[in-house]
């Protein structure tokens, strides 16, 4: 997984690309664009830098006009994506990140106190019946429309997500 971080060429740079220790995981290049010259830095193989992505996502926030891409995909917003990457980082503590998962969406359930329940939906960034798509819960990726429920969700590059093996 790789993330990229947009950022205004303005001298605005977050405090982790100072760091000796994130020089060899993080890249730093301008790009002009539509808009003007931005900053990217990205960030390979975000797995093995999960604390250093988080807190790079954490400080550009503080920066106006800072977006992100997961993959190529951009990003709505860094504070949805560092929710997403945060709980992905919980789930690396798990001995089974499929019921971590399943742990977090009961919890939603019952802070929304939603009576859906049927609900199987296997991650809590994506339901089916909360983004009020479909009517049959989701046991897996497996779905087209729960793969397209990923994508809406900005989770689908999540490696916890099952997926139907290739063939």
Excluded at 66 to 86: F, H, I, K, P
Aim: proline share 7%; hydrophobic share 40%; with cysteine.
């Amino acid at each position: 997984m790789t993330i990229a971080v947009y950022l205004p060429d303005d001298g605005s740079v977050p405090q982790p690309l100072g760091e000796a220790s994130a020089q060899h995981a993080l890249t730093h290049c301008i790009q002009d664009s539509g808009s003007g010259r931005v900053q990217v830095v990205t960030l390979a193989n975000v797995s093995q830098h999960i604390d250093l992505a988080l807190q790079l996502i954490g400080e550009s926030v503080r920066i106006a006009g800072s977006w992100a891409t997961v993959n190529g995909q951009r990003m709505s917003s860094l504070v949805a994506l560092w929710n997403r990457l945060d709980c992905y980082r919980q789930s690396l503590d798990a001995s089974d990140p499929q019921v971590f998962c399943a742990s977090k969406v009961v919890m939603l359930r019952a802070a929304l106190n939603c009576g859906v329940e049927s609900c199987a939906a296997p991650c809590q960034f994506l339901c089916r019946e909360c983004t009020l798509i479909g009517i049959h819960p989701p046991t897996a990726i497996v779905q087209p429309e729960t793969q397209v429920l990923a994508v809406l969700g900005e989770i689908d590059w999540c490696p916890n997500l099952r997926r139907p093996p290739h063939r």
